[in-house]
């Protein structure tokens, strides 16, 4: 390099931007270090090739980069905005085809005459981008989807409820209960744990205060079985139903009563959940027909297509729930 004269193939070659000059057969004539660094490759391995044997792809996705690319050597900037284009990268196990979104811009480069002899691509990975964008819009949908569930859900427990209550206020405070055991669940299903509540998370959150009460009135004895939102939901359902219920007139409303809830896997991907109690007096009305009886025997069965038996006797009462077969979340 001459002292005052800049060497635009050394800029060129550094210039902060992942670029790569074609001529006019489409061929690599060179390339900055950060589209080399960008597509794992030197300038020696790429220089000379035609471009789509260096980067073969698909013939639609070809295709659209050749017709770019013959346009900015007509004469013709153009872009291409967030369009995929594998490309092969070096791995431990060998050579694998990348999945790559591309921002690219082709702008044509004239000679001295004014013909166009090179084109110059500007190809930024907005992979990053891309995913972000689609991750935010299905936790957008997936919102909205849950968002909808819980509003179908509470409205039913609304008409429900009113449905079997003597009055306001005891509306009010059955309507209030079952919501907060909702609300409870749905606060822990924010974030990260959507998909990753388990049965025995469930059990403990709706249980806490009593268990703090008497730690040796309830055991809690399952294996680690977690569970999607909508199940965590309407699971949810059940066990404040069966606690409530138990506070009024079973195993908690006494120190004489006693609470042994196990759970355990059936089968491939099922579970079954039994809620036992004992040391209590069941009251002849107790397998009353109500919106919480409707919940136990029907409505939270329906939702996970499971199996589920109450049994009464003189001094227990079983709740057993047998979920055949599901889809596990991963």
Not at 28 to 39: F, G, M, Q
Request: hydrophobic residues 40%.
């Amino acid at each position: 390099m001459v002292s005052g004269t800049l060497d635009f193939e050394q800029v060129f070659k550094y210039a902060p931007a992942p670029c790569l000059v074609l001529d006019r057969k489409m061929r690599i004539v060179t390339a900055t270090d950060a589209y080399l660094s960008t597509v794992q490759r030197t300038l020696d391995q790429l220089q000379g090739m035609y471009v789509f044997d260096a980067f073969p792809e698909v013939s639609e996705r070809r295709e659209q980069f050749r017709d770019a690319f013959q346009r900015a050597l007509d004469g013709e900037a153009n872009s291409l905005v967030e369009v995929p284009f594998s490309i092969p990268l070096e791995t431990a196990d060998g050579v694998e085809m990348r999945e790559i979104w591309w921002t690219c811009t082709h702008t044509p480069v004239p000679g001295p005459d004014g013909e166009i002899q090179y084109m110059v691509q500007n190809a930024q990975d907005v992979t990053l981008k891309v995913q972000a964008e689609r991750l935010r819009d299905a936790i957008a949908a997936e919102m909205q989807h849950r968002v909808g569930n819980i509003l179908s859900l509470v409205s039913v427990i609304a008409r429900r409820t009113a449905g079997s209550a003597r009055d306001l206020e005891d509306f009010l405070a059955r309507f209030e209960g079952r919501v907060q055991a909702l609300s409870r669940t749905h606060s822990y299903l924010s974030g990260t744990n959507w998909d990753r509540m388990t049965i025995g998370s469930i059990l403990s959150r709706q249980l806490e205060d009593h268990v703090a009460t008497d730690e040796h009135q309830i055991v809690l004895d399952g294996s680690d079985i977690h569970l999607n939102a909508a199940e965590a939901q309407i699971l949810t359902l059940a066990v404040h139903e069966l606690t409530t219920n138990s506070v009024k007139y079973g195993a908690l409303k006494c120190p004489e009563g006693r609470l042994a809830i196990r759970w355990n896997k059936l089968g491939a991907t099922g579970y079954s959940l039994e809620w036992r109690e004992g040391g209590i007096r069941v009251q002849k009305d107790l397998n009353r027909s109500g919106f919480g009886s409707m919940i136990l025997d029907q409505i939270v069965p329906r939702q996970l297509q499971a199996e589920a038996v109450r049994e009464f006797a003189p001094e227990s009462f079983l709740y057993r729930l047998a979920v055949p077969e599901r889809l596990v979340p991963e």
